[in-house]
Nanobody, 117 residues
Framework: VQLVESGGGLVQAGGSLRLSCAAS????????VGWYRQTPGKQRDLVAI????????NYAEAVRGRFTISRDDAINTVYLQMNNLKPEDTAVYYC???????????WGQGAGVTVSS
């Protein structure tokens, strides 16, 4: 499985961005796709996740109500719509695919998001 993120950038506080994660390869092995974020010196934290089956979603408390994870199965892409962005949302965002085929799953290369105050 290969994951390619896009859509990061610089935005002012209160603005919006949409991240995309395009999957290719053995996508039928994917059980769920999540977005994580990481800032320097800190661990990578889960932001949102969506299951492959019924599309159940879950969000970190810090982004609930502002971020929305969704998917387009026709083009094997998962999105993270981020609204009302805050400076504390500044991070590198990573797409991750959970798979029973690989312990630890698969990671994308990361997309930088910077929110200015």
């Amino acid at each position: 499985v290969q994951l390619v993120e896009s859509g990061g950038g610089l935005v002012q506080a209160g603005g919006s961005l949409r991240l995309s994660c395009a999957a290719s390869g053995d996508i039928h092995s994917i059980d769920a796709v999540g977005w994580y974020r990481q800032t320097p010196g800190k661990q990578r934290d889960l932001v949102a996740i969506i299951t492959s089956g019924d599309g159940t979603t879950n969000y970190a408390e810090a982004v609930r109500g502002r971020f929305t994870i969704s998917r387009d199965d026709a083009i094997n892409t998962v999105y993270l719509q981020m609204n009302n962005l805050k400076p504390e949302d500044t991070a590198v965002y990573y797409c991750h695919a959970q798979s029973s085929w690989l312990i630890g799953g698969y990671w994308g290369q990361g997309a930088g998001v910077t929110v200015s105050s």
